[in-house]
């Protein structure tokens, strides 16, 4: 009976011995994870101050820009204003008879020398393209040298 109950007490120590280990690595892990929340809580804060110090940032420099274009907004008006009595208005210049011939001359080129290419038509394209803008391009400059001279001796 002895026998039996040193068995008995020493079988218990070992099983509460291994208990209190269980209980102290739960606890450690209760630990650490804590650790980890708050962590995480501290990166998540960091993370959304500097968000919002960037959307500060860009609000500053929409400001600034919209100031910027209110200010030349005012100066062009007020340069309007004062420069529309001293100047007149000149009428914009369209494209020249030159321009016109050579762009038209390529469009018609290119679309010639690909219906009559048999084989390549990129290629025929490309080429009746470049004569026609050359074409057009010469026939445009004829067209402008005329209007010149019309110009000059009125």
Same mark, same amino acid.
């Given at each position: ?20 280990? !269980?209980?102290? $690595?739960?606890?450690?892990? =209760? !630990? ?11 990166? $998540?804060?960091?993370?959304?101050? =500097?968000?919002? %110090? #960037? ?6 420099? =929409? ?8 200010? *030349?907004?005012?100066?062009?008006? $007020? ?12 009428? %914009? !210049? ?5 321009? %016109? ?8 080129? $290119?679309? #010639?020398? =690909?219906? *009559? ?24 400059? *004829? ?12």
């Amino acid at each position: 009976m002895k026998k039996l109950a040193l068995i008995l007490v020493s079988a218990l120590a070992i099983a509460s011995c291994k208990n209190a280990a !269980k209980e102290q $690595a739960e606890a450690e892990q =209760a !630990k650490q994870a804590t650790i980890d929340s708050i962590r995480m809580e501290v990166a $998540a804060k960091q993370a959304e101050e =500097a968000r919002q %110090k #960037t959307i500060d940032s860009m609000k500053v420099v =929409a400001e600034r820009q919209r100031i910027q274009r209110q200010q *030349v907004i005012a100066s062009n008006n $007020a340069s309007t204003t004062t420069s529309s009595t001293t100047t007149t208005t000149t009428q %914009k !210049k369209g494209w020249s008879n030159t321009a %016109k011939g050579a762009v038209i001359g390529a469009g018609v080129g $290119a679309v #010639t020398g =690909a219906v *009559v290419s048999k084989r390549k038509k990129g290629e025929g394209a490309l080429i009746g393209g470049a004569a026609g803008a050359i074409l057009g391009a010469g026939v445009g400059s *004829v067209v402008d040298e005329k209007k010149k001279k019309e110009a000059a001796g009125q």
